[in-house]
């Protein structure tokens, strides 16, 4: 199966800080990466697809990059409401695999 | 508007069988995937498997010999049936389609004696 291990599995941040987590696949698995945000006690909301395509609705401040094995998300200017864990997931390979999640936590 | 719904039993004894049901309304099962993915309590997301929109099922390769997915499109919905529960298959079980867009509510599954 194809791993995907994120980096960090948590950060300490600030409102209006630049936020920049990882994602790193197993194997090259094109752009098939989408990213999701899950706050506590809700589903997961889509944010990107397809590596750097924000999903409808999504703030600009969401950006996501790379190709292959190694992805990123990166949130310019956190707001509070961005507090969450995030995750990715890769769709290139059955099974579609997960990382484990990056949480996001207030200094 | 695009909905699913899950449902389902909230208990189940260990080594017994469990079963949920995804309600969609606002597409068809027939143009949209569907697929299961879920959550242990305090622990990340798993995929669990899909029903294509042309009726095919693929599974996690980890759950495939105890999960079942299928459909009954004219009520519009896809069942999830996983057997031999054991206590870590507690957690919340998703529905999701439209790519992820959107996601249910989720159901809590407690499989405990």
């Known amino acids: 199966n194809t791993v995907m291990t994120q980096s960090p599995t948590s950060m300490f941040i600030s409102v209006g800080d630049r936020v920049t987590m990882n994602c790193k696949a197993s194997?090259?698995?094109?752009?098939?990466v989408d990213w999701y945000q899950q706050k506590t006690g809700q589903s997961p909301k889509l944010l990107i697809y397809g590596a750097s395509n924000r999903y409808t609705g999504v703030p600009d401040r969401f950006t996501g990059s790379g190709s292959g094995t190694d992805f990123t998300l990166t949130i310019s200017n956190m707001q509070a409401e961005d507090l969450a864990v995030y995750y990715c997931l890769q769709y290139n390979y059955n099974p579609w695999t997960f990382g484990g999640g990056t949480k996001l936590e207030l200094k | 508007q695009v909905q699913l719904t899950e449902s389902g039993p909230g208990l189940v004894h260990p080594s017994e069988t469990l079963s949920l049901t995804c309600t969609v309304s606002?597409?068809?099962?027939?143009?949209?995937?569907v697929y299961w993915v879920r959550q242990p309590s305090g622990k990340g997301l798993e995929w669990m498997g899909r029903?294509?929109?042309?009726?095919?099922?693929s599974y996690n390769s980890a759950l495939k010999s105890r999960l079942s997915i299928s459909r009954d499109t004219s009520k519009n919905q896809v069942f999830l049936k996983m057997n031999s529960l054991q206590t870590d298959d507690t957690g919340t079980y998703y529905c999701?389609?439209?790519?992820?867009?959107?996601w249910g509510q989720g159901t809590l599954v407690t499989v405990s004696s």
């Open positions: 999701t389609s439209y790519n992820g867009a959107y």
């Open positions: 194997q090259n698995v094109g752009t098939n």
């Open positions: 029903m294509r929109y042309n009726g095919d099922t």
């Open positions: 606002g597409f068809s099962l027939t143009g949209y995937s």
